[in-house]
């Protein structure tokens, strides 16, 4: 049987974080796995009392924030596992995810990263995600397939290939991530997944979604539903990844759809609900990709908007 190394972030959410645990050790059907907790800085130090509350749980800290991305690296650098699962504190799991994720990885050797169909917490019978459509380079956008739809069991038969795998509950495996790499540092948070799946598939892999595995999300609990933060990341990252990603073509158009129509559009909507603190913070989202090449070890949000 395959070991499957679990690996979560904690920043400043330890009740959140342990209902996680909670809903591994009391719902998890899937044996040979080892849960891999990263605490990513947060203000106070939880480990001790976890390490007490719950011994067979790897704790790891890290007194610097690495975002989503870095502190899933660190998680991932002390893993053992045949299979790799990122997974957000903000879930908790289902008794048979992980054994049916495991189970049509096996199935299929040629995919490299899978992901289960996502409820939201609050309203079990609500999609948050089926699956993503491919991106569209022109405009650097995709959508989340079945999201707000109520769970009706039609998007079942989605169940294989999908564009992206979602960052709330991704297996990978092991082999397909030393073929084309960790998470990318500098993404530091949003568009990361979509990234590391571009990565696994030019690797020769596949991604899937698995639409009889489960996983409950208790969505935008880290960072709400709109701040400076999540402007700045949204927006320098979404140029990013197509930087990285577009063929040339595609990317010399959406540069002129970024300009002409992005721009201009995300400036009227600041100033019409008066969010004129989100101005420099947009500004600053297209600098960082103006001065800093697409594999820059710069990542961190900028001090001045904290």
Not at 35 to 55: F, G, L, M, R
Not at 168 to 184: D, F, I, T, Y
Not at 292 to 302: D, G, I, Q, Y
Request: glycine share 6%; net charge positive; proline share 4%.
């Amino acid at each position: 049987m395959k070991l499957v190394s679990l690996i979560t972030l904690n920043l400043n959410q330890p009740v959140v974080t342990e209902a996680l645990l909670n809903s591994l050790f009391t719902k998890n059907t899937y044996p040979n796995i080892e849960i891999i907790v990263v605490d990513n800085a947060s203000t106070v130090n939880p480990i001790p009392q976890w390490k007490e509350k719950y011994p067979t749980v790897q704790f790891i800290r890290s007194e610097k924030n690495l975002g989503f991305t870095g502190g899933n690296n660190l998680g991932i650098a002390h893993a053992k596992g045949d299979y790799l699962f990122v997974i957000n504190n903000d879930t908790e799991v289902t008794e048979s995810l992980i054994s049916q994720l495991v189970s049509t990885l096996e199935q299929h050797p040629e995919i490299g990263v899978i992901s289960p169909k996502i409820n939201y917490f609050d309203k079990p019978d609500v999609l948050q995600y089926t699956g993503y459509t491919d991106m569209n380079y022109y405009t650097a956008r995709n959508k989340c397939i079945g999201q707000f739809g109520k769970d009706n069991g039609q998007y079942d038969y989605l169940t294989g290939k999908t564009g992206y795998a979602h960052g709330a509950a991704m297996l990978v495996k092991r082999e397909a991530m030393e073929k084309a790499g960790v998470l990318s540092d500098n993404f530091f948070i949003y568009y990361e997944e979509l990234e590391w799946c571009e990565r696994i598939k030019k690797a020769g892999y596949e991604v899937w979604v698995d639409m009889k595995a489960l996983l409950y999300h208790k969505e935008s609990m880290t960072v709400g539903k709109q701040s400076a933060f999540k402007e700045y990341y949204m927006n320098r990252n979404r140029i990013l990844f197509n930087r990285k990603h577009a063929p040339r073509f595609a990317f010399i158009i959406f540069t002129l759809f970024f300009t002409t129509i992005v721009i201009p559009k995300t400036l009227i909507t600041y100033i019409r609900k008066k969010q004129y603190h989100f101005i420099p913070v947009f500004r600053d989202a297209i600098w960082w990709n103006l001065t800093n090449k697409v594999n820059s070890s710069e990542a961190n949000f900028p001090p001045k908007f904290r």
